[in-house]
């Protein structure tokens, strides 16, 4: 393997899984994320230098998976459809029920929404950061929160609504 003088596959290797973990959220399909996360670390290693001086890089690769999300979407909205079929995986989660209705009421919302949730509620991130991540206004950011817990509360139904408050 060749030296990596400006650190980025040590990057890549801390903040790969991460990134996958969101990836996954966002679209709903392993391989489809599989597909986002390499897009994005190409594009983050094709301007390393610049993303290494930044403040936050895991924040600034966070915010390019999420353009490539929606730029995916955009691409593809008229092509594909989502599966209501989840991949086999083997998870040590003690609630799977709970776990596959709460990845199945995401996966029935609009991408935009399913984006603004997963940013601000799975990386607890601000409203100020969303919006910027996903070049939204703050107000916007907000709205859509709102509407699209809404819309998961429908989703998951009475069973789980106190989850989701």
């Known amino acids: 393997m060749a030296k990596d003088p400006h650190g980025f596959h040590e990057f890549a290797a801390a903040r790969g899984a991460s990134l996958f973990r969101t990836a996954c959220l966002l679209c709903g399909d392993r391989h ?13 290693y094709t301007s390393w ?6 403040d936050h890089p895991a924040a600034y690769a966070r915010t390019v998976l999420m353009r490539t999300y929606m730029s995916h979407v955009r691409k593809h909205s008229n092509q594909e459809t989502p599966s ?13 029920a709970l776990r596959v209705t709460l990845l199945n009421g995401l ?8 984006a603004v949730l ?6 607890d991130m601000s409203v100020e950061d969303v919006a910027s991540a996903l070049r939204l206004s703050g107000g916007a950011v907000r709205n859509r929160s709102m509407r699209a817990l809404g819309r998961l509360r ?12």
Do not use: C, H, N, S
């Open 107 to 114: 996966a029935q919302l609009p991408p935009q929404d399913r």
């Open 32 to 44: 489809l994320a599989e597909d986002l996360v390499q897009t994005t670390l190409g594009k983050l």
């Open 154 to 165: 429908e989703a998951l139904g009475e069973e789980f609504q106190e989850l989701i408050r």
């Open 49 to 54: 230098r610049r993303v290494q001086r930044a």
């Open 118 to 123: 997963v940013l601000r509620y799975w990386e």
């Open 84 to 96: 209501r079929r989840l991949p086999e995986t083997a998870a040590a989660d003690a609630d799977q």
